[in-house]
Nanobody, 119 residues
Framework: VQLQASGGGLVQAGGSLRLSCATSGRTLSSYDMAWFRQAPGKEREFVAGIWGGDKTVYADSVKGRFTISRDNAKNTVYLEMNNLKPEDTAVYCC??????????????WGQGTLVTVSS
């Protein structure tokens, strides 16, 4: 599966962005999906995942501010990010997880999209 993330940019603190991840190769419905991010000088961290159809899980740092969703007809997964903070600055990438792996086994990773939040 090929993944392409888009939608990053520069935004002021408190602002919003919507990231998109388009899949090709195999259909989106074949996978559970997740978003990860990596800030400068830090390790990659899990941000949000959608699995088992419409179950969602979030990192504590983004819970209540970010929303992951999917549109299988468009083969696209989204990450709606609200009330952004400077500490959300990172390269965000999407990943396709094997179904029933509880978001632990990944078959594909997309190139990231940079999100920069200014204070």
């Amino acid at each position: 599966v090929q993944l392409q993330a888009s939608g990053g940019g520069l935004v002021q603190a408190g602002g919003s962005l919507r990231l998109s991840c388009a899949t090709s190769g195999r259909t989106l419905s074949s996978y559970d999906m997740a978003w990860f991010r990596q800030a400068p000088g830090k390790e990659r961290e899990f941000v949000a995942g959608i699995w088992g159809g419409d179950k969602t899980v979030y990192a504590d740092s983004v819970k209540g501010r970010f929303t992951i969703s999917r549109d299988n007809a468009k083969n696209t997964v989204y990450l709606e990010m609200n009330n952004l903070k400077p500490e959300d600055t990172a390269v965000y990438c999407c990943a396709a997880a094997q179904k029933d792996s509880f978001l632990l086994k990944y078959d594909g990773w997309g190139q990231g999209t940079l999100v920069t939040v200014s204070s």
